[in-house]
């Protein structure tokens, strides 16, 4: 499958994780969202969708999970990742209960070894293709152990559906081909908001760097207006021909931080070579994260195809996921 064949599938993921049935998991008033990259961030959508969810991106857990003692649900595409099996072993030797998530490997093993609820992925994408089963799934698990009530995945669905169009022939392609000639040859500043457009801003990023294998970067309002609003005059001759930014707006934004988008664009229009815009989409805050990282996963695979990459291997990661596995054997 090409990476275009992959998006396609996107609201089928969806659909896939509305019909899942969700193993049996005790309820629990916090879950902890363990994963690395194209897994990671499903934690970063359940997060944004439903309180008492957090996400950690490292080795072990964070302290307090010792007061705190949540679920912890384990996502990684592979089931082999480092960091996240580093931190089902911690859950383990704390007596918390896992919730494993994965294709297979070594997680799933784990599972089968300590009796954990597993969900099985469907496999044969990339992680980051993955997106919609993943992040479906994060929220399916949390909505069980009675963290929220509708996920919003089909809402999500018909909107991604709608914006690729049958034959990715939809609206969403053709705001993506536009916005990619603007970015392409330059490094992306995704600006998003608090919240799902701040998810869907760091989808933006991660879905840049692997699939176009070009650099970019994420500011999230209203923080960004307190530092980065401040760095951009003494690059003007480079990031006025360098940088291209694009701002994630979402209609459903506190109006205290929806009305800060004008002004700090305004702020550095002189300093940027581009500025586009995208405006997340329904209700949910699955459907608007959905929306937007739709339309960034197309933006990431035209920039590729723009500078003549293949947006499906990152042998970079690759790379170093073998030099430290050997390095620990
Ligand atoms: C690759 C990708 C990566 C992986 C990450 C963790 O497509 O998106 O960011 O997701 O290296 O690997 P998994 O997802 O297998 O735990």
């Known amino acids: 499958m090409t990476m275009e064949e992959m998006i396609r599938t996107l609201p089928?993921?969806?659909?896939?994780?509305?019909?899942?049935?969700?193993?049996?998991?005790?309820?629990?008033?916090?879950?902890?969202?363990?994963?690395?990259?194209?897994?990671?961030?499903?934690?970063?959508?359940?997060?944004a969708a439903a309180g008492g969810v957090f996400t950690h991106k490292s080795y072990g857990l964070p302290a307090w999970t010792a007061a705190m003692r949540p679920l912890v649900v384990a996502v990684s595409y592979s089931g082999n990742t480092e960091e996240t099996l580093s931190s089902t072993?911690?859950?383990?030797?704390?007596?918390?209960?896992?919730?494993?998530?994965?294709t297979g490997g070594r997680l799933e093993a784990e599972a089968a070894e300590h009796g954990w609820p597993f969900v099985r992925i469907p496999e044969g994408l990339q992680p980051r293709a993955a997106f919609g089963y993943l992040a479906g799934t994060a929220?399916?698990?949390?909505?069980?152990?009675?963290?929220?009530?509708?996920?919003?995945?089909?809402?999500?669905?018909?909107?991604?559906?709608?914006?690729?169009?049958?034959?990715?022939?939809?609206?969403g392609v053709h705001l993506a081909e536009d916005l990619a000639d603007g970015l392409s040859g330059k490094l992306a500043v995704v600006l998003g908001g608090t919240g799902p457009s701040a998810v869907a801003a760091y989808r933006w990023k991660t879905q840049i760097n692997e699939n176009a294998k070009s650099p970019a970067y994420v500011a999230c309002l209203p923080e960004a207006d307190h530092n980065d609003i401040v760095g951009w005059s003494t690059l003007g001759s480079?990031?006025?021909?360098?940088?291209?930014?694009?701002?994630?707006?979402?209609?459903?934004?506190?109006?205290?931080?929806?009305?800060?988008?004008?002004?700090?664009?305004?702020?550095?229009?002189?300093?940027?070579?581009?500025?586009?815009?995208?405006?997340?989409?329904?209700?949910?805050?699955?459907?608007?994260?959905?929306?937007?990282?739709?339309?960034?996963?197309?933006?990431?695979?035209?920039?590729?195809?723009?500078?003549?990459?293949?947006?499906i291997p990152v042998e970079p990661i690759e790379t170093l996921k073998r030099t430290l596995s050997q390095e620990n054997s």
């Open 89 to 102: 072993s911690e859950a383990v030797r704390e007596g918390l209960q896992v919730v494993a998530v994965s």
């Open 12 to 47: 089928g993921q969806y659909r896939w994780a509305h019909d899942i049935e969700v193993p049996s998991v005790p309820a629990s008033q916090t879950v902890l969202v363990c994963g690395m990259g194209g897994s990671g961030i499903a934690g970063d959508v359940a997060a």
């Open 139 to 171: 929220l399916r698990i949390v909505q069980a152990v009675g963290l929220m009530e509708e996920p919003g995945l089909e809402e999500a669905a018909v909107i991604v559906d709608e914006l690729l169009g049958h034959d990715l022939d939809g609206p």
């Open 238 to 311: 480079i990031t006025r021909r360098l940088v291209g930014v694009v701002a994630l707006r979402d209609g459903l934004d506190d109006p205290r931080l929806a009305r800060r988008f004008e002004p700090t664009l305004r702020a550095i229009r002189e300093d940027v070579s581009v500025i586009g815009e995208v405006w997340a989409q329904g209700h949910s805050p699955m459907a608007r994260i959905a929306g937007l990282a739709a339309v960034g996963d197309l933006v990431s695979v035209a920039i590729a195809r723009n500078a003549g990459v293949d947006p």
